[in-house]
């Protein structure tokens, strides 16, 4: 029979809902039965893209033997981190500070008052590479739990009461400076592999914030070194195996399983990564008018839009990493690599080997059982550029056909936020309005079905309903963020007026005494710790998004408690921004927005009018950091920049101003552009 998690709404709670496991969701009841039954409770946190997490789930929670004993002794807990990371936040810093290290499935044993006392991620069914097996772990802590429990309540205490004091202030640290910034870029030159153009080091995940912090030095600050490196990284990633290079779209990460051997990727596809590095590809085209570039932004767009937009308008959540080889067995990478053999029955044999050796694919394999995957060797030299949109277009067509990988279809709104971004400004500087279109409809399935009256937003949804886990910081960051984006992009002022309503929410709900901030509200479910983390992850942290939309809506609205608010919580990019700045990049690109201003644009005129769309575009493609735009009619409504704009002899007029000074006005796109560094 399923458990309780058939009622549940994430994927990943009901790909558990038949487990022999008598799963509880995150709520009050579970632990009131953990201590109606004086006994500890199981926390399994993962997420349904997760490979390790199917592996765990068939081997240990799918098994009976192993069910009947967690039944007996446990409360068992199922969490999908993307629906609580503040639940995942928390704990995931108990298990790296007691282990050293993190990642998913994360397993942790805890009191009936959720204080943890024993951590761990994968544990196989059979002890084996040191680790101990499930099955041993589970009558260990059974054991502690009934024999030592003045030990256990010892150790609960004190990991919890280390993590209760770990609040961290910006201090007076101050805003970041030119050295700052300097600094900072100085130690990622010391990080980057020049022979390859990636950071050093055999697991390599998409740095995706370092990079927008690295094209906005660029642009501020001319730095030739910073544009280099943002290049070499984005040709790396573009050329290897993280880049799907039939289908486009990247991967979570790639590694390096033996040394001089080629990068595999893990094969899951998650929406906030293709959202960052589609933004990140559309700004280095921007910077350089690169092919590479623009090909790549242009192809991650179309993967979302393709294989990751809903029927309501909104962008799921991830593609599983596994999917069946058509033999029935599910296995890792099996819908995106390729054989020879296969690569003939699809092209013939011309067309094959020609595709081999462009993409890499051998007779031995690059990956397991004889497959191969996809990517570019840095010898390919010239190709024939018609002979490989031929041979990609003919690919994908055949892919098509296998069986596809799961897709998860919950709506996240902090990673939907990174994809209104994204698609608006791509759509604009590229010329492709309907990605435009759909960053708006995914915005207004947003305001529809995540925001409530009070202007408090829902973390999840799945089709067209909302769920029940409030907003963390992340969210309401990311989605005005895109919302902030788009008003510049659209000339719409409602979805500035939105991003007004979040923002406001951040100052009230989220700001603690000294401009640090929490990513859960103050009136949100307690926890043994409060989260709060500045530092970058997969994503950029909930504190240094807030502050670049707060510092943007500042720039639209005059607000200065928004700035004030914004410059508050940079204080951390001055302290942390020299010593890890591979770990706080959005936080420095925020501080390049701040360094240069940000410049506030008003272009005023008919919008049919040629010249208003010559100095909106113009205005669009400046390179400037954290440029807002307002265009519009003169004295529009739309925009608190566009009043007092009159036009100049009649004709489009564009205003630039930083810093409260004014540049003259000009109705000349090509002033313009140098106006704003072009």
């Keep these: 029979m399923p ?36 006994v500890p409770v199981f926390l399994s946190v993962g997420y349904s893209a997760c490979h390790w997490c199917h592996v765990m789930a068939h081997e240990s929670f799918e098994d009976d033997d192993t069910a009947v004993y967690m039944n007996e002794h446990f409360v068992s807990v199922k ?23 993190g990642g998913w499935p994360m397993s942790v044993f805890m009191t009936p008052d959720g204080e943890p006392f024993y951590f761990g991620t994968y544990f196989p069914p059979e002890a084996r590479h040191g680790m101990p097996s499930f099955r041993q772990v589970l009558e260990g802590v059974h054991n502690a739990w009934t024999s030592r429990r003045d030990e256990v309540g ?57 990079i927008e912090f690295l094209l906005r030095h660029h642009a501020r600050a001319g730095s030739v070194a910073a544009l280099e490196m943002a290049e070499g990284l984005c040709g790396a990633m573009a050329r290897s195996s993280l880049y799907d290079q039939v289908g486009g ?3 979570r990460y790639v590694l390096t399983p033996r040394p001089g051997g080629p990068l595999v990727p893990h094969f899951e596809k998650m929406l906030y990564d293709n959202a960052l590095l589609c933004r990140v590809y559309a700004h ?35 593609l599983d990493a596994d999917s069946d080889d058509g033999s029935g067995r599910h296995v890792e990478g099996a819908y995106y690599v390729w054989t020879p053999g296969q690569l003939a029955a699809v092209l013939g044999e011309d067309d094959a080997r020609y595709a081999a050796r462009y993409f890499g694919v051998t007779e031995e ?33 055949a892919r098509e056909e296998r069986p596809r990988p799961g897709r998860d279809d919950k709506i996240v709104a902090a990673w939907n936020g990174l994809a209104i ?9 590229l010329d492709r309005p309907d990605l435009v279109d759909r960053a708006t409809e995914a915005a207004d399935l947003l305001v529809r079905i995540h925001l409530d009256d009070s202007a408090r937003l829902t973390r999840t949804s799945k089709d067209g309903h909302a769920g029940t886990n409030a907003g963390v910081l992340e969210d309401y960051a990311d989605v005005a963020e895109g919302l902030l ?40 479910e307690p926890l043994i710790r409060r989260p709060q983390d500045p530092t970058d992850n997969a994503t950029p942290s909930g504190w240094t998004a807030a502050a670049g939309a707060l510092l943007s809506y500042a720039a639209h609205t005059g607000s200065e408690a928004h700035r004030n608010a914004a410059e508050a919580a940079l204080g951390v990019v001055k302290a942390l921004g020299p010593r890890a700045p591979r770990f706080i990049g959005w936080g420095l690109a925020v501080a390049e927005a701040l360094l240069d201003g940000p410049r506030e644009i008003a272009v005023v005129g008919a919008p049919d009018d040629e010249g208003f769309r010559s100095l909106r575009r113009t205005a669009l493609r400046a390179g400037s950091p954290g440029a807002v735009l307002a265009a519009g009619l003169p004295d529009g409504e739309e925009f608190p920049l566009l009043r007092d704009r009159p036009l100049v002899d009649g004709m489009a007029t564009a205003y630039v101003c930083r810093h409260f000074v004014c540049d003259a006005p000009t109705t000349d796109p090509e002033l313009l552009a140098r106006k704003l560094g072009r």
Aim: aromatic share 8%.
């Design 284 to 318: 280095l085209w921007r910077a350089t008018g690169s092919d590479l570039a623009r090909r790549v932004a242009l192809e991650t767009a179309d993967f979302m839009v393709r294989e990751l937009r809903t029927p309501e308008g909104g962008f799921a959540s991830a």
């Design 365 to 397: 394999g690059t990956f397991e059982e004889g497959s191969s995957v996809l990517q570019l060797p840095q010898d390919a030299g010239v190709a024939d550029a018609e002979r490989i949109v031929s041979i990609r277009r003919r690919l994908l067509a």
């Design 485 to 524: 984006a788009l008003a510049s992009v659209t000339g719409e002022g409602v979805w500035l007026e939105f991003a007004g309503f979040l923002l406001d929410i951040v100052l009230d709900q989220f700001t603690a005494e000294g401009g640090a901030l929490y990513d859960t509200a103050h009136d949100a």
């Design 3 to 38: 458990n309780r998690l058939a009622q549940a709404t994430s994927p990943y709670l009901l790909q558990h809902a038949d487990n022999p496991v008598d799963w509880w969701p995150w709520e009050g009841s579970a632990f009131e039965e953990a201590r109606r039954r004086d």
């Design 249 to 251: 779209g990247f991967h």
């Design 154 to 210: 010892e150790v609960a205490g004190k990991i919890t009461r280390d993590l209760a004091t770990r609040e961290l202030s910006t201090g007076d640290a101050g805003t970041p400076t030119e050295e700052t910034q300097a600094s900072a870029l100085l130690q990622l030159t010391r990080d980057i592999d020049p022979a390859s153009g990636w950071f050093k080091g055999d697991t390599k995940f998409p740095p995706s914030m370092v």
């Design 421 to 429: 971004a994204a698609l608006a400004e791509t759509g604009a500087l």
């Design 79 to 101: 969490v999908d981190r993307e629906e609580r990371p503040d639940v995942d936040a928390v704990y995931m810093e108990a298990v790296q500070a007691a282990t050293g290290q």
